[in-house]
């Protein structure tokens, strides 16, 4: 017969010039394989640095410290904007010699409220190049600028506690493509994991039924071997007595025998791997298969109560 080089050379030539070629390969492009490396790695830390690290602190210091990273404006820059609005008011209010309470013009420069100076530029605009010289004009345009100044602070403040409000959300959202990637690794794993463990039972009872059919084969052999006789009562294992008046009964050849005794070992061998629920009792039905107090009537039996009692030795491949 062929050797074992002369049966698989065209698989060895095969991975022999992959192997040579991706070697060349390795070889004479070895910049090209540094820098990707490189970018890989830069890459993964990023990933882990932008969607597991980061993320996960910034959680903590939100439960934990109540500490918030998005500050899109300073609320001390409102303040400081609403007291200049504030002054502005006080001024024009002292230069046209309107008699108003400071606290009110304090409530209606934080209240964003120009009633006061609304009818005033309403009655400067009629000639406005006029007042825009010599009137209030500038000064009003001035003081409507810096309260859509505030208007537009107050927006981004009320965004900024927004963002603030939602900090735990966003880092949990962060953290998604790591998740997702992290559970489809492990889905994918317990997979595997699952296709071999069945894939290995599978081949276990497979084993296990092939033994005992060789078994029951054996034992109906035997079984045969002994109709008509007188003396069923001689042991499988037993050697007739030479003495008997009947003619000794038909045995199983030593070499048969030992089969059966191999068969049996091997089936005693396996049945410890079988899942939790079948191999204390499958051992227990193999030493009874095995044991010389039983005749084959009773072995043959105890394979028939095997057959119901488990439902792999009944599985189609």
């Not at 404006?73 to 230069?95: C, G, H, K, N, Y």
């Not at 959202?173 to 071999?196: C, D, E, I, N």
Request: hydrophobic letters at 45%; one cysteine or more.
């Amino acid at each position: 017969s062929p050797s074992h080089w002369e049966r698989h050379w065209s698989r060895y030539f095969l991975g022999f010039a992959a192997v040579a070629t991706v070697a060349w390969h390795a070889t004479f492009h070895r910049d090209r394989w540094a820098a990707m490396y490189a970018q890989v790695c830069n890459s993964t830390h990023n990933f882990y640095l932008e969607h597991i690290k980061m993320p996960v602190i910034r959680a903590i210091e939100v439960i934990r410290y109540d500490q918030y990273n998005h500050d899109v404006i300073d609320p001390r820059i409102v303040e400081e904007s609403i007291q200049s609005l504030e002054r502005m008011l006080q001024d024009f209010a002292q230069t046209r010699h309107i008699t108003i309470d400071q606290a009110v013009i304090a409530g209606q420069a934080r209240s964003g409220d120009l009633s006061t100076v609304m009818p005033i530029y309403e009655q400067s605009i009629r000639h406005p190049v006029r007042n825009m010289i010599a009137g209030p004009v500038l000064q009003l345009l001035l003081i409507q600028i810096q309260k859509h100044r505030v208007d537009m602070e107050r927006a981004l403040l009320n965004m900024d506690a927004l963002l603030q409000s939602n900090e735990l959300n966003f880092q949990f959202m962060a953290t998604m493509p790591a998740v997702l990637l992290f559970g489809g690794f492990v889905y994918q794993a317990s997979r595997w994991f699952k296709h071999r463990r069945v894939a290995y039972y599978k081949a276990l009872h497979t084993k296990l039924k092939a033994l005992l059919r060789k078994v029951e084969r054996l034992l109906l052999c035997y079984a045969a071997s002994h109709e008509g006789q007188a003396d069923s009562s001689v042991g499988m294992w037993a050697r007739p007595l030479a003495t008997t008046s009947t003619p000794p009964p038909a045995r199983l050849a030593p070499r048969e025998v030992g089969k059966l005794l191999v068969h049996l070992w091997e089936m005693q061998r396996l049945a410890p791997f079988l899942e939790p629920g079948y191999a204390t009792k499958l051992s227990e039905d193999i030493s009874d298969v095995a044991s010389e107090d039983l005749d084959v009537h009773q072995k043959l039996l105890t394979i028939n109560r095997m057959y119901r009692t488990y439902t792999f030795l009944l599985a189609h491949d």
